[in-house]
């Protein structure tokens, strides 16, 4: 099992800028990749942001490229989303996730094993 803790969350100003840390516990060495996804308040939940061990590929959504940075500290076994240039839309909960598997599809939330329970990221205009 793999436990993943998130923090950072928080009211901000648009414009303004967050990180967010997902800390993960457990057996780690079995992930492959970890995630970041988010929902809004009566809206699904969605892809955010990703990277693979492997070649440290990142993946990003398109409304978040540019602004938000995926980053990895191998020895503090943590993932981090660095959120820049926030916008009330940005505004939501937001998870980290982590996979054993093969991650073709960053972007599919079915393929991730474990879930953070999430922390608020709030942006005001």
């Known amino acids: 099992q793999v436990q993943l803790v998130e923090s950072g969350g928080g009211l901000v100003q648009a414009g303004g800028s967050l990180r967010l840390s997902c800390a993960a516990s457990?057996?780690?060495?079995?992930?492959?990749?970890m995630g970041w996804f988010r929902q809004a308040p009566g809206k699904e939940r969605e892809f955010v942001a990703a990277i693979k061990w492997s070649a440290l590929s990142r993946y990003y959504a398109a409304s978040v490229a540019g602004r938000f940075t995926i980053s990895r500290d191998n020895a503090k076994d943590t993932v981090y989303l660095q959120m820049n240039s926030l916008k009330p839309d940005d505004t939501a909960v937001y998870y980290c996730?982590?996979?054993?598997?093969?991650?073709?599809?960053?972007?599919?939330?079915?393929?991730?094993?474990?879930w953070g329970q999430g922390t608020q990221v709030t942006v005001s205009s």
């Open positions: 457990g057996r780690t060495f079995s992930t492959t990749a």
């Open positions: 996730a982590a996979t054993k598997g093969s991650l073709y599809d960053s972007t599919d939330s079915g393929l991730y094993d474990y």
